[in-house]
């Protein structure tokens, strides 16, 4: 698996952005990928020193549309944390 599809896109969200203050950064990844491929494509594609990666689960809602019940896609999260003094400036908006 190639490092740029791991990654699929970053969180952007109020709690998402609290936890960049910790050093912490939010990515939506690939459901195949396991915590050390997402550590791995961090550093590759952002050149920074990751510490620790947590990855979670997140199911999909009950929506309704049109009267008719459905669910939204599941997907995954991962939580990587940075060095000290690391940041990834994409989303610091340089």
């Given at each position: 698996?190639?490092?740029?599809?791991?990654?699929?896109?970053?969180?952007l969200s109020e709690?998402?952005?609290?936890?960049?203050?910790?050093?912490?950064?939010?990515?939506?990844?690939?459901?195949?990928?396991?915590?050390?491929?997402?550590?791995?494509?961090?550093?590759?594609?952002?050149?920074?020193?990751?510490?620790?990666?947590?990855?979670?689960?997140?199911?999909?809602?009950?929506?309704?549309?049109?009267?008719?019940?459905?669910?939204?896609?599941?997907?995954?999260?991962?939580?990587?944390?940075?060095?000290?003094?690391?940041?990834?400036?994409?989303?610091?908006?340089?």
């Amino acid at each position: 698996m190639n490092y740029e599809s791991i990654i699929i896109s970053p969180v952007l969200s109020e709690k998402s952005n609290e936890l960049r203050e910790q050093g912490k950064y939010v990515f939506r990844v690939d459901p195949a990928a396991s915590k050390i491929e997402i550590k791995e494509a961090v550093r590759r594609l952002f050149k920074v020193k990751v510490l620790d990666c947590t990855v979670m689960n997140v199911s999909g809602k009950m929506k309704r549309v049109r009267g008719r019940a459905g669910l939204t896609s599941s997907w995954k999260k991962a939580i990587v944390r940075l060095a000290p003094g690391e940041t990834i400036k994409v989303f610091e908006g340089v």
